[in-house]
């Protein structure tokens, strides 16, 4: 029987430093794509399953969601691959007030469903990219990342597009969380990433040389 | 130090400190900068991409090779390649691709028309050579004024909010 990794005290504050800090370049992006000030909450970081998740975007989101997602892998030393997902949730009453914050002006009701999938998908893109980029970074792995896609729908087809069905329901992930808030624009949010649980060990290794060089 | 005025179909490296000026409408700029040399570069792409033979062994230079986004990057990127910079130090900024959701000069039936065509090439660009992107500001109904230093990698971006009918202007910036 194999013992579990897991992260100490001191990495998982490292990590969710390292997250924290790829989030704010992230956030300075937002902040200049709505023109707006971005409030963050404290990075919180958990190992959970698959459908523990689902739960957890549920019970933030409710049963209309509105979501960009981009599968990213991370590759580290070693050519060790750690396969993820990173989302930009919101809700989807409040998609149209983040189409407006993009776009510097109000919507007309008809134009929504014609603008609303390329203006996500874009700001997704670029959001998505430079957090992911960022984190991989810090973490010294080269990054390989797939084209964002858009999803606007009701919770119960969130699995398949997230790719948490079956045997992926019950895999052990380690997810990394930060809700933001843009200043008078009516639009709260949450961007969230997760990696499968039997990447830590590689994350580990990561995050331990994260700490070693802050130390020297 | 230079100034240098960087109009639509250009491109820009610096080997020395300068001062690169440019205004885009959905054009887009890319700047890859090198902190270590403290070098930078930077492009002004009007179109996604050209449709021509590139070679395989070599770096084929033509006429067109400034508007295009995907070249403009494949060639900047190609002059760090040469000079041994790792990718992974590079640092990459995407400015530009405003769009007008109203505007039918702009908006193309499903997407929103030129700029986000070139945004999408250059994310497409960033993504497959897995380059490091650390700062944008994309999209939006804005003009924007960008001043970029070669030698620190610094950005000084303005925002220009267009009437409509200057913005259709700018379309070619």
């Known amino acids: ?74 590759i580290f030393p070693g050519e060790h691959v750690v396969p993820g997902k990173a989302v930009l949730l919101v809700r989807a009453v409040e998609i149209v007030h ?49 084209r964002p896609v858009f999803f606007h729908g009701e919770a119960p087809e969130l699995p398949h597009h997230l790719g948490l069905v079956g045997e992926y329901a019950e895999e052990e992930l380690l997810m990394l969380r930060v809700d933001f808030f843009m200043a008078g624009k009516g639009v709260s949010g949450s961007l969230l990433t997760w990696m499968s649980g039997e990447g830590l060990p590689y994350l580990k290794a990561e995050i331990d040389h994260f700490i070693a060089s802050q130390m020297l | 130090m230079e100034i240098i005025r960087l109009d639509p179909g250009e491109l820009y490296i610096g080997t020395a400190p300068a001062e690169v000026h440019t205004i885009l409408g959905s054009c887009v700029s890319i700047v890859f900068y090198h902190a270590r040399l403290q070098q930078g570069s930077i492009c002004h792409g009007r179109k996604p991409a050209h449709d021509c033979a590139r070679s395989a062994t070599g770096l084929k230079v033509c006429r067109e090779l400034g508007d295009h986004v995907y070249c403009s990057l494949d060639f900047m990127l190609a002059w760090f390649d040469t000079r041994g910079v790792p990718r992974s130090e590079l640092e990459v900024k995407l400015f530009g691709g405003a769009m007008m959701f109203n505007n039918p000069i702009m908006t193309g039936g499903t997407n929103l028309g030129m700029g986000k065509r070139n945004v999408d090439t250059a994310m497409e660009f960033i993504r497959s050579k897995r380059l490091h992107l650390t700062a944008s500001d994309v999209g939006g109904p804005w003009a924007r004024q960008i001043v970029f230093f070669t030698d620190t990698g610094e950005i000084r971006l303005k925002r220009v909010r267009k009437s409509e009918q200057e913005l259709n202007g700018l379309q070619e910036l």
Request: hydrophobic share 45%; net charge negative.
């Open chain 1, 1 to 74: 029987m194999t013992t579990p990794v897991l992260l100490d005290e001191v990495e998982e504050d490292a990590f969710k430093e390292l997250f924290n800090l790829s989030f704010g370049a992230t956030a300075a992006t937002l902040s200049e794509m709505v023109d707006a000030e971005i409030e963050l909450s404290v990075p919180a970081f958990s190992r959970l399953s698959g459908r523990s998740l689902l739960m957890q975007i549920h019970r933030l989101f409710g049963s209309s969601i509105g979501l960009v997602g981009m599968d990213y892998r991370f």
């Open chain 1, 98 to 146: 983040f189409l407006e914050a993009l776009h510097g002006a109000s919507i007309p009701e008809e134009m929504i469903p014609q603008i609303e999938q390329d203006s996500m998908q874009l700001a997704g893109d670029v959001l998505l990219y430079t957090c992911a980029s960022s984190l991989s970074r810090m973490l010294e792995s080269e990054i390989d990342c797939e």
